[in-house]
């Protein structure tokens, strides 16, 4: 191991962050009511929000106009993105790392962290338990090390591919790792990955620059901005990014979130394929203040913002937060969730129920399986999906053609997400759980329109149930 790799750029990197000018929209006057009106209505058309547009939405503390904007992101999630809820688990591969976040329960000077990384071995194991539980769609999450660079990413992910487990399989592994240079893009891409997810964390410079220590790899804040250029640029069509909730104001945060979808899809013509959202949690050997100072409204706001602002961008929220809170949440216009996690390493093979806390980068908040989250779901009406037909098609850029094309979703999401669905009852469910699923297919099924492809799609589940038959995606 000869090291960190060099840290290239893109040539025509540029930071398209200006924190005055972002500031400055922030401390604009109160917008009237019919400037936020006009806004609701482009959001409702599908149109996507300017970093301006988006600020007056922030402005607003009018608790009437921002019932207005939830109800917007209420209506948007239920005509226009529908009930498909897609979920995935975090599979934790290392957790050394040559930085010093000050947040994180990774930082190289937490000596409480008990440092390991999953053998090979040790990683089809993990995998089989994930499967073994019926899950299809993980993303892998590092630590930043020299041990973990493109070419071990790149091994880690053909290993998940290839463990299956009955007829369970992993179908989509995305990834959540430190920023790469292009060739290292290029190596990981050619191992089959779904999205490469960073979190820019915090746009606001001056603390971006106070949470992480110059002269380690994060502390460059422009080499993470342009990461994502950067994939994109070497091949890697679908991208990720985020902000860690609570490092900042969450008012400039979205704004900077707006701005990097707004400048890649500028570029590139394709905007992120998700925003995730964490906010801080607690972390063992870490004390760090700013927990709790984005309340549960606020990331509220947050995600209703977000929803209005992005329309085609899907919006993922973790189970850092409470099982109630993600509930609620849910309706403002989330499309991912993870589900029956656990972030220590080796976390879903271990005996103990409650998190060892000096493995995992932070505590989680909703700690119940994957089939206790599939039966609320359902229960709630959501239809969730295991689907990866779109990326293994290569139909990129799946979810902007899922809300930008006309019949897309009826066409292809909503029968993949039967499909999927019914693969997890036949092979995993408990019974109550496949009792409330059968209903809501019932129901789905009933709102298809006649016809061949409605035909069809009752032939596949009919397989499912009946054979060996898998993987019967449109
Ligand atoms: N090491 C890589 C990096 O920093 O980009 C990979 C991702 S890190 C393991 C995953 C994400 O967890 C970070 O990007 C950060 O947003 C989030 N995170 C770190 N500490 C956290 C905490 N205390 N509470 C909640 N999320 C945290
Ligand atoms: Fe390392 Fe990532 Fe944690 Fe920072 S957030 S200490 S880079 S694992």
């Known amino acids: 191991m000869s090291g960190l790799p060099s840290m290239k750029m893109n040539p025509d990197a540029v930071d398209f962050i200006d924190d005055a000018y972002l500031t400055g929209l922030l401390n604009g006057p109160r917008p009237e009511p019919a400037e936020v009106r006009d806004l609701v209505a482009k959001s409702l058309a599908k149109q996507p929000l300017t970093v301006e547009e988006t600020s007056v939405l922030l402005r607003s503390d009018d608790p009437e106009l921002i019932e207005e904007i939830y109800q917007t992101a209420r209506t948007l999630k239920e005509t226009v993105y529908g009930n498909r809820i897609v979920l995935f688990a975090p599979l934790y591969v290392g957790n050394d790392c040559v930085n010093d976040c000050a947040y994180c329960g990774f ?3 937490n000596r409480l962290a008990v440092r390991r990384t999953l053998t090979e071995a040790e990683l089809r ?77 915090t746009y606001h410079h001056e603390t971006y620059a106070r949470v992480h220590t110059a002269g380690t790899r994060k502390g460059d804040y422009g080499y993470r901005l342009n990461g994502l250029s950067r994939a994109l640029e070497a091949g890697c069509d679908d991208v990720g990014t985020g902000v860690l ?22 570029r590139y013509g394709v905007g992120p394929h998700t925003i995730s959202f964490p906010r801080l949690r607690p972390a063992c050997g870490v004390s760090f203040p700013g927990l709790g100072s984005v309340g549960d409204g606020d ?20 189970a850092r937060e409470n099982a109630a809170l993600r509930r609620e949440a849910m309706s403002l216009g989330v499309s991912q969730i993870d589900a029956g996690s656990r972030i220590e390493i080796g976390g879903y093979t271990q005996e103990e129920a409650t998190q060892l806390m000096d493995r995992e980068q932070f505590e989680l908040g909703d700690t119940r399986s994957l089939d206790t989250v599939m039966r609320e779901l359902l229960q709630d009406g959501y239809l969730p999906s295991f689907c990866t037909a779109c990326y293994r098609l290569g139909r990129t850029g799946e979810h902007f053609m899922e809300f930008a094309i006309p019949g ?35 129901k789905e099924l009933d709102r298809l329109d006649p016809g061949p492809q409605k035909t069809e799609l009752e032939k596949r589940l009919a397989r499912i149930e009946k054979t060996d038959d898998r993987d019967l995606y449109f």
């Not at 609570?246 to 400048?263: M, P, T």
């Not at 990331?299 to 973790?318: D, H, N």
Request: aromatic letters at 10%; proline letters at 4%.
């Open 245 to 266: 909730f609570g490092l900042y104001d969450w008012r400039f945060e979205v704004l900077g979130l707006v701005a990097h979808a707004v400048h890649l899809s500028d």
């Open 107 to 109: 930082q190289r000077s």
């Open 125 to 201: 194991e993990q995998v089989m338990k994930l499967e073994a539980a019926g899950h299809k769609r993980l993303i892998l999450v590092f630590g930043e090390h020299p041990r973990y660079d493109a070419d071990f990413i790149a091994r880690q992910v053909r290993t998940v591919y290839e463990t299956r487990n009955g007829h369970g399989e992993i179908r989509r592994v995305n990834i959540n790792a430190a920023p790469m240079d292009p060739e290292g893009y290029r190596i990981i891409k050619a191992a089959g990955i779904g999205t490469y997810q960073i979190f820019q964390e």
């Open 408 to 442: 897309f979703i009826k066409r292809y999401c909503t029968p993949n997400a039967l499909t999927t669905l019914t693969e997890y009852l036949v092979d995993y469910a408990s019974p109550e759980t496949r009792r409330a699923g059968e209903g809501l297919i019932r």
């Open 299 to 318: 990331l509220k706001r947050v995600i209703a913002t977000l929803r209005l602002a992005v329309p085609y961008t899907g919006l993922i929220l973790t």
